[in-house]
């Protein structure tokens, strides 16, 4: 059995094999304009060059100036239609070949046949094709909202053992709704900034007044977040039902926490400086069409949900996460935590059409974190202040090192990995890493 194949050489174990095809934005140079790309295998695929060759011909998009903008934007805002044609047009022209049997068109969407137009044209192939070590990559979208959601019931259970005991750990509210917070936009930042340690205020150690100065609790969030494609208009919900298509896809995302300044100032109203001086998200965006053969049942809800929540299908992905911990002058990162997104308990389809329900009308670019992704034992936690309960365990990282929380110099990566196998073949879809570090600015 053969199936969708890159004429471009794609290392098995790439993050970026032709079933994947992430959209992204870079620049080549640091005088050179943003540009809209997908990744495949090393390689950034150029899409104004391709636009501007005529090769998205399909009825949607070749009248369309959506690859000649400095952002995702205006191709997030043209609908699944349009992100269809694209995707099948680029996997058309980035084949070598296709023989797909029918379990392959049904996970991977295979197309009728290849279009030899950029494999046979070296001029094009030179400017479209860049190496992805030569490129800077970008936010890829201009986000104007942010909401982080606190969809993960097992990170809800801890936080709640943690700050408030284990009698009540989770508040009755929590299973009738995706809870949420309204974000700050503006500090959103593309994966390897360096973090700025923030200064705030945090509880008193012994009597009035407070601590202030540098956090001391400083933390990783291990998250992803939906990247809204086409929104609403004011005053009309979206239909959970159809809440699909209108998210574009997935992001990895690090909302790195100050948990002493959000102990201290989260009563009455909740997040604000100890979450707003930094969120990170990963440089990639994959599609919910690349992550449709990894779709699985969401848990379980009990109670059952209000019918505007109520899915007639209710599914989540089954991507495979990872965060890995390098301090600084050491030579190997040390795993700290492995969990699933499946583990989500609100899906980002009811996150967004609760976000609508009152009226709320979302944008394209807009972004819904999904909240710490945790699992159900303590090795699947997504932060270190479940991992290390608040500071009271120690986590080793080696032999000689441990962490209660980030110190100056750390390096937090975060990875998520899908895979499915068929037969005799095995695919990857991967989420590029992000990999981000810590610096300390005082």
């Known amino acids: 059995m053969a199936a969708l194949k890159s ?7 790439s993050h970026f094999p032709i079933q994947n095809l992430p959209f992204g934005v870079f620049k080549h140079r640091p005088s050179s304009l943003p540009r809209p790309a997908v990744a495949i295998g090393d390689y950034v695929l150029d899409l104004s060059e391709i636009a501007l060759a005529g090769l998205f011909d399909g009825p949607l998009l070749s009248s369309s100036d959506c ?25 058309k022209l980035l084949s070598f070949f296709l023989n797909c049997s029918h379990e392959d068109i049904r996970l991977f969407s295979c197309i009728a046949a290849t ?29 104007g909202d942010y909401s982080d959601f606190f969809s993960s019931m097992h990170h809800a259970k801890n936080c709640g053992t943690i700050f408030r005991g284990p009698e009540n750990p989770i508040n009755l509210n929590w299973f009738h709704l995706p809870i949420a917070y309204h974000g700050r936009a503006s500090s959103i930042v593309i994966s390897g900034t360096d973090v700025i340690r923030p200064r705030g205020q945090g509880p008193p150690t012994g009597s009035p007044p407070p601590y202030f100065g540098p956090s001391r609790k400083l933390d990783f969030e291990l998250e992803m977040a939906a990247v809204v494609g086409t929104g609403n208009e004011l005053g009309k919900p979206v239909d959970v039902n159809e809440a699909g298509d209108h998210i574009f896809g997935l992001v990895l995302m690090n909302d790195w926490s100050a948990r002493d300044i959000q102990a201290w100032e989260y009563v009455p109203l909740g997040p604000f400086l100890g979450k707003s001086f930094i969120t990170t998200l990963s440089p990639w965006i ?45 030579e190997e990162s040390a795993v700290v935590t492995r969990t699933n ?29 999904t909240g710490t992704i945790s699992g159900p034992d303590p090795d699947s936690y997504g932060c270190l202040l479940e991992l290390t309960w608040n500071g009271q365990k120690p986590l080793p990282l080696n032999s000689n090192t441990t962490r209660k929380f980030l110190e100056d110099g750390d390096e937090v990566t975060i990875t998520g990995c899908c895979k499915v196998s068929t037969a005799a073949l095995s695919h990857y879809v991967h989420l590029l890493c992000s990999r981000l570090s810590l610096v300390c600015k005082r």
């Open 341 to 369: 997104f499946n583990h989500l308990y609100w899906t980002i389809t009811q996150q967004l059409a609760h976000h609508t329900i009152n009226g709320c009308n979302l944008r394209p670019g807009d972004l819904l974190g």
């Open 7 to 13: 004429f471009i050489e794609v290392r098995p174990d």
């Open 67 to 91: 690859f000649l903008q400095p952002n995702l934007n205006k191709f997030l805002s043209l609908g699944r239609p349009a992100w269809k044609e694209a995707r099948a047009t680029l996997q």
């Open 286 to 330: 994959v599609t919910l069409d690349a992550l449709e053969p990894f779709t699985c049942d969401a848990p379980k809800q009990d109670p059952p949900p209000l019918p505007y929540l109520a899915e007639k299908s209710s599914k989540n992905y089954n991507i495979s996460l990872e965060v890995q911990i390098k301090p600084a002058g050491v």
């Open 115 to 143: 279009e030899p137009k950029l494999r046979d044209d070296a001029s094009l192939r030179e400017k479209s094709l860049l190496p992805m070590s030569e490129v800077e990559m970008l936010l890829p979208i201009v986000i």
